[in-house]
């Protein structure tokens, strides 16, 4: 009776550190959530906040590094923001978009032979981010290294641009300079901001 006595009681233990862990990683992801709506709302030190505490209750919460580190790059926290990315792309190497806002701070450190292999790596990873491709265009135009550069941008309308209709519009007189440079714009590093559904 002894023994059957212990394993239940190790049972309840376990499964009572199960529900708190839990409990916990809900408390986390709320609070990873409310920095993502604060940061679509433009409100970046609040946003900054709500992940801090994310990361408070849970340290290894990936998303949440990843999200800290594009806040920090959209405050201009370049050097901040390169650790946050190595931080996410620790806890998860798999991980896309850490190694795109690694690529970014780094373009921004003027770093940007580092930058190039973190945006590969994120091309690697998920070849259809359209922002590893913005980072790896960046990067190789930075080194000079025009030709592959464009090459890379080619890669990027073709990833933004609405896919093609059956009916072809009647050709303008003008040309657009650059017809991808608004949906540039419109990507806004959105790859850091992602809502987690519980």
Do not use: H
């Not at 933004?160 to 657009?176: D, F, I, L, V």
């Amino acid at each position: 009776m002894k023994s059957t006595t212990v394993i239940a009681l190790t049972f309840l233990l376990l499964t009572a550190g199960v529900v708190c862990a839990a409990a916990i990683s809900l408390q986390a992801i709320d609070a990873y959530n409310q920095g993502v709506d604060l940061a679509e709302e433009g409100k970046f030190s609040e946003a900054l906040s709500a992940v801090d505490q994310a990361l408070a209750m849970d340290p290894n919460f990936t998303l949440a590094w990843v999200t800290r580190a594009g806040i920090l790059t959209a405050t201009g926290n370049f050097t901040e923001a390169l650790e946050a990315s190595d931080r996410a792309v620790a806890l998860n190497p798999n991980q896309s978009e850490a190694w795109t806002n690694r690529a970014s701070a780094l373009i921004q450190l003027d770093r940007n032979t580092e930058a190039l292999e973190s945006a590969d790596r994120a091309i690697e990873i998920d070849p259809r981010l359209s922002e590893a491709w913005i980072d790896r265009a960046t990067a190789l135009s930075n080194l000079n290294r025009t030709e592959e550069a464009n090459e890379a941008l080619q890669m990027v309308r073709f990833l933004t641009e609405p896919p093609a209709t059956t009916t072809t519009p009647a050709p303008s007189p003008t040309k657009s300079p650059l017809p991808w440079v608004a949906g540039l714009a419109a990507l806004g590093g959105a790859a850091w901001l992602a809502r987690i559904k519980r």
